[in-house]
């Protein structure tokens, strides 16, 4: 009976541990990508460690904001803020993260440089 427990317990734990591995963007090549591939994006205008972000609609539909679910929990350089509207947005070295809403596919980086070079490609 005891050995059943602690392989449930285990299998919780890994289950956990993948679940917050999937949650947090990741690094690929030193540029941030979501957990889908596309590329991540960060705005001059965001103040750096202000925990806000200042890219509301209209501004979020074009570059809609790397949202985080309730459950996710941020660690080392990667925080999490609280939007306007009172969804999570996941943020890194303080830069809130977003996508570009052109990027169909993985690997796209249409939003670099756009809007008079404002928004740039989130780099480690």
């Known amino acids: ?9 285990l299998a919780l734990l890994i289950m ?27 705005f001059d205008n965001d103040v750096v460690n202000s925990g ?8 979020s539909n074009i570059f809609p904001p790397y949202l985080a ?4 929990t941020a660690n080392g350089e990667y925080t999490l803020i609280i939007r306007q509207d009172g969804t999570k947005q996941w943020a890194y070295k303080g830069r809130p993260l977003y996508r570009f ?14 809007n008079r ?8």
Not at 69 to 72: A, G, H, L, P, S
């Open 1 to 9: 009976m005891r050995i059943n427990q602690v392989s449930v317990l």
């Open 16 to 42: 956990t541990i993948f679940q917050f591995a999937l949650a947090q963007p990741v690094i690929s090549n030193g540029i941030l990508l979501a957990q889908t591939g596309h590329t991540l994006y960060t």
């Open 52 to 59: 806000v972000s200042v890219c509301n609609p209209p501004c």
């Open 69 to 72: 679910t309730d459950k996710d």
């Open 101 to 114: 809403y052109a990027d169909d596919k993985p690997g796209d980086k249409g939003g670099d440089g756009m």
């Open 117 to 124: 070079n404002i928004w740039h490609i989130a780099r480690q």
